[in-house]
């Protein structure tokens, strides 16, 4: 029996077409396959079929995904697809085939019996898990021109997620989040609409322009931090697992270690 593995972007636009262009196919789907960017290991006997992301087509299943299974389930799919792992493509794919065949489809994600509606749940979880970690721990710095400038480093695709959280909060401030391990930057100027942005890595010189008054305050918070703190009551155990190692890593009481 042939196997079809249809090779897909890591993007939400890019497994969305792959989904849609897998139903073409007109071919039982225990026989397709979506594979996230490039396959390492070929199969025998498999057909590999490369597909470009469609925006009409990515659009399409987007609009059945919120039709037939509501909008807390299409939410939970696009949290899933913007984790790092490799199966989140065939996991997507092979739960809306599941979904599309239950009766009461607006009950899919408490379908957790079935393994790939279970594993689409553990991948929404984790990345609204980090995306809620990040609205807590992201620390914003203050450049010369004004700008307000954050650094993430998140496992997972979360940029999207967080952003607007920031801008219901702040509509009057021109601000900037980096995410520095997917290069994204995203934008939101004041009293505008953010938007994302890919390009070239600037961290050190954007950290050589912050304003002389955020340098300040930066070292003031920072003696404030490592001074309140009462030393027997310290528990380096508890703290690591309310606040992970790699989250200090970007923000101004752990970073500005020169000021203890």
Not at 43 to 60: I, T
Not at 168 to 194: Q, S, T
């Amino acid at each position: 029996m042939e196997e079809y593995y249809l090779i897909c972007e890591d993007s939400l636009e890019g497994i969305f077409t792959g989904i849609y262009d897998a139903y073409l196919l007109k071919k039982p789907h225990s026989q397709i396959h979506i594979c996230v960017g490039q396959e390492e290991n070929y199969r025998l006997f498999a057909v590999y079929e490369k597909h470009m992301p469609d925006e009409q087509k990515a659009v399409k299943v987007a609009r059945t995904i919120g039709r037939e299974f509501g909008g807390e389930a299409y939410m939970s799919i696009c949290r899933a697809l913007a984790s790092p792992e490799a199966d989140k493509g065939e996991a997507v794919y092979k739960t809306i085939v599941s979904g599309l065949s239950m009766n009461n489809r607006k009950d899919l994600m408490g379908n957790l019996l079935d393994p790939y509606v279970h594993r689409v749940f553990e991948l929404s979880r984790f990345t609204a898990n980090e995306a809620h970690f990040h609205v807590e721990f992201l620390r914003f710095k203050e450049l010369e021109s004004g700008i307000l400038y954050a650094e993430i480093g998140p496992k997972n695709n979360i940029i999207t997620f967080i952003v607007p959280h920031f801008a219901d909060r702040l509509p009057l401030e021109n601000f900037v989040i980096y995410d520095e391990i997917r290069n994204i930057y995203a934008m939101h100027p004041a009293k505008g609409d953010w938007y994302l942005v890919c390009g070239e890595n600037r961290t050190e010189q954007v950290r050589k322009c912050f304003s002389e008054g955020e340098k300040v305050y930066s070292e003031l918070f920072c003696h404030f931090f490592h001074t309140i703190a009462i030393k027997e009551r310290i528990n380096a155990d508890l703290q690591r697992n309310m606040l992970p190692l790699r989250y200090r890593k970007y923000m101004t009481e752990f970073v500005n270690n020169n000021c203890i």
